[in-house]
């Protein structure tokens, strides 16, 4: 059996808790979605921030919602523009990673750490999973197959969720997807 998942490009972006986001944007602010996204009621959020860092500032950076703890998510090219050290760790594990500022419409917010480069991973139902003979942690290869530069990336983590009628789907930040030669939302393969 062919395992295939649709591949995304998860560009830049911040999750941000409630208290950082009214520090942010005002007591009174709340996130507004502006595009939903693939799946668990994740959306992009309408306004904006700016990242700082000893090197270098990015500005016009999505918010993702809803609310969860804040975390910044980059590719390795992001943390060097920045200056700062972004370690390759699953979403939500931030403990100890990189340090940025974060700089809103009426405040910022000094994350101590938060700053991550996040691991290449597929999300998969619990019966695709079941059926395909993976479970939560396991490590596949995929190989995106692109006109000139089919890509064969090693170390993908599955994560399992329940199910929710999405095709298994795998994350990937800007610099992999550009090494792949891919050009928006693309389907490809589990390596065996």
Known sequence: MEKKVVVEISARHVHLSQEDYKKLFGADAEMVAVKNLTGG????DAKRVTLVGPKGEMSKVAILGPYRPTQIELAKTDARKLGIDAPVRLSGDIAGSGAVKIIGEVGEVDAAEGAI?????????????????????????????????????????????????LPPLMHIDTDEGNAAGMNGTMEAVIYE
Do not use: L, Q
């Open 41 to 44: 009621g994740a959306f992009v």
């Open 117 to 165: 480069v996040a691991k290449r991973h597929v999300h998969i139902g619990e019966s695709d999973a079941a059926a395909w003979g993976v479970k939560k942690n396991d490590v596949v290869m995929v190989k995106i197959t692109t006109d000139d530069r089919t890509t064969i990336y090693d170390d993908v983590i599955i994560r399992t969720n329940p199910d929710d009628g």
